[in-house]
C-alpha cells in the first residue's frame, strides 16, 4: 500500500463546476500537509498548504482530519486554467511523499 | 529572482556514464531536496540537504550521490548510469526550520541508454 493515496482520475468537468480531491495518508506521525498543482511537463508548484482548522484560497479550499488520516481540496468554478494534475503532499520532517497525482481536465 | 535554476534541461546518457545534475537556489533557503518522476508513480524523495553541510538518504538514494557545495547549490551525480534512472529529476528548496513548503526548478529530462 502506498504511504499517499490519490484517486488518479482523470476528473472531466465543464467549466463552472466544483469539484473535490481526496487524499489518504498512513502514517499518523505525518507533520506538515500540502497540495501542488503540476501542468504537463512542467514543475509541481505549491498550491496550499493544508491545515486541521480548513483553510481557504480565493476558490481553493483545503481541509485535514488528522482522525481519519485524509486530505481534500475543494476547487469551486473551476477555470480551464485549472486543468493541471493535483499532487498531494505529506511530510515527516524532511522526508517528503507525494501522491501520484490526480488529473483533472476542465472543459469549455 | 530566478528561483531554483537546474543544469542541463536535457541529457542522453550511455550505461555507465557519469554526470552530474547541478541545482542552485536564490532564495536564501536552508534545505534543499533532488527527487526524481517516473510515470504513475509519483515524486520520490532521493536526498535532501536540511541545511548547509549535511546530507541525508531519502527513499531511492540508491546509485546517487550528492554534494552540499554551499547554501545555494547542491548537486546530484550518478556515478554509472542505468537504464533504470532514465526519469525526470527535480530539485527543490525549502525555507527549512519548521517551515517545508518546497519550490521546484525546472526539472532535467535524463535517458540513459
Known amino acids: 500500500r502506498k504511504e499517499v493515496e490519490q484517486d488518479p482520475g482523470p476528473f472531466n468537468v465543464p467549466e463552472g463546476a466544483t469539484v473535490a480531491f481526496n487524499c489518504t495518508y498512513s502514517?499518523?506521525?505525518?507533520?506538515?500537509f500540502f497540495w501542488y498543482r503540476q501542468d504537463c511537463r512542467k514543475e509541481p508548484k505549491l498550491l496550499m498548504s493544508v491545515y486541521s482548522s480548513g483553510n481557504e484560497d480565493g476558490r481553493f479550499t483545503a481541509q485535514l482530519n488528522r482522525a481519519s488520516q485524509y486530505i481534500s481540496l475543494l476547487i469551486r468554478d473551476s477555470k480551464l486554467s485549472d486543468s493541471a494534475t493535483y499532487l498531494c503532499?505529506?511530510?515527516?520532517?524532511?522526508?517528503?511523499?507525494f501522491g501520484a497525482g490526480t488529473r483533472l481536465f476542465v472543459k469549455a | 529572482n530566478a528561483g531554483v535554476t537546474q543544469t542541463p534541461k536535457f541529457q542522453v546518457l550511455k550505461t555507465g556514464q557519469s554526470m552530474t545534475l547541478q541545482c542552485a537556489q536564490d532564495m536564501n533557503h536552508n534545505s534543499m531536496y533532488w527527487y526524481r518522476q517516473d510515470p504513475g508513480m509519483g515524486l520520490r524523495l532521493i536526498y535532501y540537504?536540511?541545511?548547509?553541510?549535511?546530507?541525508d538518504k531519502g527513499e531511492v538514494p540508491n546509485g546517487y550521490n550528492v554534494s552540499r557545495l554551499n547554501k545555494r547549490e547542491f548537486s546530484l551525480r550518478l556515478e554509472s548510469a542505468a537504464p533504470s534512472q532514465t526519469s525526470v529529476y527535480f530539485c527543490a528548496s525549502s525555507p527549512g526550520q519548521g517551515t517545508y513548503e518546497q519550490y521546484f526548478g525546472p526539472g532535467t529530462r535524463l535517458t540513459v541508454t
Open positions: 502514517n499518523s506521525a505525518s507533520q506538515s
Open positions: 503532499v505529506v511530510n515527516r520532517g524532511f522526508k517528503t511523499i
Open positions: 540537504s536540511a541545511s548547509e553541510g549535511t546530507t
